[in-house]
């Protein structure tokens, strides 16, 4: 893979380079009045597949090549609720042969620090047989651009 894997902590939304907003539900509170934590990971979701859709030529439903979460990780640092409005950020922190690791991040409207961040590891696989292959040009064209230029490690 190349590049190196980018820090969970890394809440500076100039961290990112694309950004997509988010709509909270009045379901996403739970029963302490925030969002509940398990939609933090659907929100990571719908970010990197709206990246896919817009930028890498994605579809849905019909591309041959499909994703799929084979690693997955959030770090919380404060609570969200409905009726707030969202802006989900999305990097690419390494791209491999058939894997890609993203780093997201969730923000208040007009925040520059993230209330959650992630990271998630695609596998892409053939739809039909479900076995990894490389990731098609276009796709990984479009992951470069969204790699982050960020050095943290010092490598």
């Known amino acids: 893979m190349t590049n190196t894997t980018q820090p969970l902590e890394d809440k500076d939304k100039d961290s990112y380079r694309y950004f997509f907003p988010i709509t909270t539900r009045w379901m996403d509170n739970d029963m302490f009045g925030h969002v509940n934590n398990v939609?933090?990971?659907s929100f990571f979701d719908t970010v990197?597949?709206?990246f896919l859709i817009e930028y890498a030529g994605?579809?849905?439903n019909n591309s041959q090549q499909i994703g799929f979460i084979?690693?997955?990780q959030c770090q919380y640092f404060h609570s969200l609720c409905y009726p707030e409005k969202l802006i989900g950020a999305v990097r690419i922190n390494r791209i491999g042969n058939s894997s890609v690791e993203y780093g997201v991040a969730i923000f208040k409207e007009h925040s520059n620090c993230?209330?959650?961040t992630g990271q998630l590891t695609h596998v892409f696989v053939n739809r039909t047989t479900q076995t990894p292959e490389s990731i098609n040009e276009q796709m990984r064209a479009a992951m470069q651009r969204a790699m982050s230029n960020k050095d943290v490690y010092g490598e």
Do not use: G
């Open 58 to 60: 994605f579809e849905p």
């Open 114 to 116: 993230a209330a959650a």
């Open 39 to 41: 939609n933090y990971y």
């Open 48 to 50: 990197i597949n709206q």
């Open 70 to 72: 084979v690693s997955s």
